[in-house]
Structure formats: structure tokens, C-alpha cells
């Protein structure tokens, strides 16, 4: 997980670094909800203390900050993949969340094929079956 991408820039010196650089966007709404149901969410800085009348109050505005600093993390990394158009060009994907879950296995061919590699067919097997939503892939049981 790289949230300055302005690191990359040293890489670029280097003329034999092939990177490619594959990004998940995810709802804010999604990201939220997964903290929740870990038991991480709003994560919290310790700098930032703010007394609320209310616990209420005070998720709400951990949930809005939290909103906040995803989407403008992502829009910040938008804005320096766009900056630095010819060398970056080439070597960046965006993948939002509901692509991969809506469209899994052509998404991960994609995502192969952009990096130069071969999706392997034990990968294949093993996205088709964990992705069918067939009670047997959910519970790790083999069909035959």
C-alpha cells in the first residue's frame, strides 16, 4: 500500500525499472463498512481530540473524516498520475472495487495483462470457484 506515489519518481531514473502499478479504489461507504465489521473503524489519530457533547456526534465526525481522507488520498494520487502523464502513463491501472466484484475473472485478466504476465489456470480455477456463489465455493468444499 503506497499512498505517495511521488516515491516512484525516484524509480523512474532507474531506465531498467519496469513497474506497473495496479490501483484499488473502493467506495468510501465500502471501506467504511469493512473497518466496522473488523472492529477497525475510524481509525483515529492521536493528534486530533475533539470533545463532543455526544458519542454519536463524535462517530459521525470520525466516519466523515475518515470519508474525507479516502477520497481526497485518492484524488491526490489521480492528480500525480495525471501530472506526470508520458512516464506514468503506461504503467498505472485503476481498478475500482465494484469491477473487481461485479467482474472478477475479466478483471484479473486484465489486470494480468497489463503486467505483462499469464494468468495462470489454477488462479482461474480457483477465482471461478470462489466467485461462482455456489454454496460449495463458500465453504471451501469440492463439488465432485
Not at 98 to 122: A, C, D, G, M, T
Amino acid at each position: 500500500r503506497l499512498l505517495d506515489l511521488s516515491h516512484i519518481l525516484k524509480i523512474s531514473n532507474i531506465k531498467s525499472a519496469d513497474i506497473r502499478i495496479v490501483h484499488l479504489l473502493r467506495n468510501p461507504v465500502a471501506t467504511m463498512m469493512s473497518r466496522y465489521w473488523i472492529n477497525k473503524s475510524f481509525v483515529w489519530r492521536n493528534d486530533m481530540f475533539i470533545e463532543f457533547l455526544d458519542e454519536l456526534k463524535m462517530i459521525r465526525v470520525k466516519m466523515s473524516w475518515e470519508a474525507y481522507e479516502y477520497c481526497r488520498d485518492a484524488l491526490k494520487v489521480t492528480r500525480f498520475i495525471n501530472g506526470n502523464g508520458e512516464w506514468l502513463k503506461h504503467r498505472y491501472m485503476t481498478i475500482t472495487h465494484r469491477q473487481l466484484s461485479l467482474h472478477p475473472l475479466e478483471v484479473s485478466r486484465e489486470i494480468y495483462k497489463f503486467i505483462n504476465e499469464i494468468l495462470p489456470e489454477n488462479v482461474l480455477e480457483v477465482l471461478s470457484q470462489i466467485t461462482s456463489g455456489s454454496q460449495h465455493a463458500i465453504s471451501g468444499e469440492n463439488k465432485g
